[in-house]
């Protein structure tokens, strides 16, 4: 596999996803593309001359005038979308993200019909579907960015609440990238330690709550969602990729069969390496689990209805 990887959108998380790969040296070419005049060009210019500093400054970093020019690619990441606004509706949302999506997917595979697409746009379940239907690739080649940036804020959150373990804490969280995700603190452990060891009951639901509101949370300080942590869970997602890591990770894929579903999107543990997808991990779940991932994927399924009520596949 080469190290080249484009970022369509290059908003405030795409920017951080491509300024964070530089920073760790991990591609040889990073080119950005975003429908905004100017905003590319200018990033990537920062972006490369901030590589001055950095152990590996090999990183080049270019932008693209037109998606066409996103080629070659060996991984692209999809940040296009737009956010809800006023008095749209969570159908008009959808609709108006699944355009975007299919128009960026089409020049993908016109200009890099051999890459690995990682999407991050919202909704990202029912995205990371319409281009699993729209391209028609191999499965393991289409990736949603999901459980390892709400792992991460999971993460956070055990830290927080116990004052010890940073970067010990490992963590899991399934189902969709929204308020039906399962944060699961029981599959988790600090260090050795598993943390229902250290931690209580009333606290473990404490975590799960905080984790599912952890975007939220950023918005209310800032006044629009976070953009370092999504940016950094891009770069550990295409840096397991390009170095064939074989690591686990929580990611949006299609499901055949696997947990009991087929043709839908939605986050469960994977093996992430060169091929992409190397494998779904299937882990037991218990019965209330099982009931809160079926509200998940049914959720996510509602979301396809209205691609499929709007004939967007057609």
């Known amino acids: 596999m080469g190290r080249k990887v484009g970022i369509i959108g290059a908003g ?40 001055h500093y950095t152990p590996c400054a ?30 749209m509706t969570r159908e008009d949302l959808l609709m108006i993200n699944a355009k975007i999506i299919k128009s960026v997917t089409q020049d993908i595979m016109k200009s890099s019909p051999n890459a690995i697409i990682i999407c991050v746009s919202n909704p990202l379940d029912v995205m990371t579907y319409a281009i699993h239907k729209i391209t028609g690739w191999e499965s393991n080649r289409i990736i949603g960015m999901a459980g390892a940036l709400d792992g991460s804020r999971m993460a956070y959150q055990i830290y927080k609440k116990l004052g010890y373990g940073a ?10 990238h929204g308020q039906n995700m ?53 770069a550990f997602m295409v840096e397991a990729i390009l170095n064939d890591s074989q690591v686990m990770v929580s990611s949006s894929v299609l499901l055949n069969g696997k947990y009991g579903y087929s043709d839908v999107c939605v986050g469960v543990p994977v093996i992430l390496g060169q091929s992409g997808i190397e494998k ?35």
């Open 167 to 176: 970067g010990q804490t490992g963590s899991l969280v399934i189902g969709d």
């Open 182 to 234: 399962i944060p699961l603190p029981q599959q988790v452990k600090i260090g050795a330690v598993p943390a229902t060891a250290v931690l209580s009951k009333e606290d473990m639901e404490d975590i799960i709550e905080r984790t599912k509101n952890g975007g939220a949370e950023i918005v209310k300080y800032l006044g629009t969602s976070g953009y370092y942590a999504p940016g950094r869970a891009i």
């Open 58 to 87: 090999g990183t080049i970093i270019t932008a693209a005038k037109t998606p066409a020019d996103v080629k070659d690619c060996d991984i692209v990441v999809i940040t296009a979308g737009v956010p809800r606004k006023g008095d």
């Open 280 to 314: 779904i991990v299937e882990i037991s779940l218990d019965k209330e689990i099982s009931a809160k991932f079926k509200i998940s994927v049914n959720s996510i399924k509602e979301g396809i209805d209205i691609l499929n009520k709007n004939h967007f596949f057609d």
């Open 12 to 51: 405030a998380v795409g920017a951080t996803a491509a300024y964070s790969l530089s920073m760790m040296g991990t591609c040889k070419e990073i080119v950005l593309f975003d429908i905004a005049e100017g905003v590319a060009e200018g990033k990537a210019i920062d972006i490369a001359q901030s590589n």
